[in-house]
């Protein structure tokens, strides 16, 4: 499996933990040339803003280890870039979800990073 494709695993496998918890997905991959969002959900009136990282092993950390200040200041312009571009008006938040091991199992979730 490449990389591309265990990243699509990781995304599709976090898309439906979302589902399970009441998120309504509603774009995945969302990218323009500057930025780019794993998964864009709503749950309520709430906009999340999800990035997924996937681990096979916490050899090197976990996959929440990767959610740097830097990491997070990608997230904040990207998840701005969207609701400029989508003129959203509401509440929204950044999300980070964990994958882990050969299954694609997802291990953690943060909501409200950064706040």
């Known amino acids: ?12 496998s976090a898309a439906r933990f979302l589902e399970r918890k009441g998120y309504i997905i509603l774009v995945q991959n969302w ?3 500057l930025c780019e969002i794993d998964i864009v959900a709503r749950h309520g009136s709430d906009l999340c803003f999800c990035e997924v990282k996937y ?5 090197q950390g976990t996959g929440l280890d990767y959610i740097t200040p830097k990491k ?8 701005e870039s969207w609701v400029h571009a989508h003129d959203w008006r509401g509440d ?4 980070a979800i964990e994958v882990s091991g050969t299954n694609f ?3 953690n979730a943060i909501k409200n990073l950064g706040n």
């Open 1 to 12: 499996m490449t990389t591309f494709e265990t990243g699509r695993q990781a995304e599709a």
């Open 31 to 33: 990218r323009t040339r």
């Open 55 to 59: 681990r096979r092993t916490a050899y």
């Open 72 to 79: 997070l200041k990608q997230m904040r312009f990207a998840a």
């Open 92 to 95: 929204y938040q950044l999300v």
């Open 105 to 107: 199992r997802v291990t």
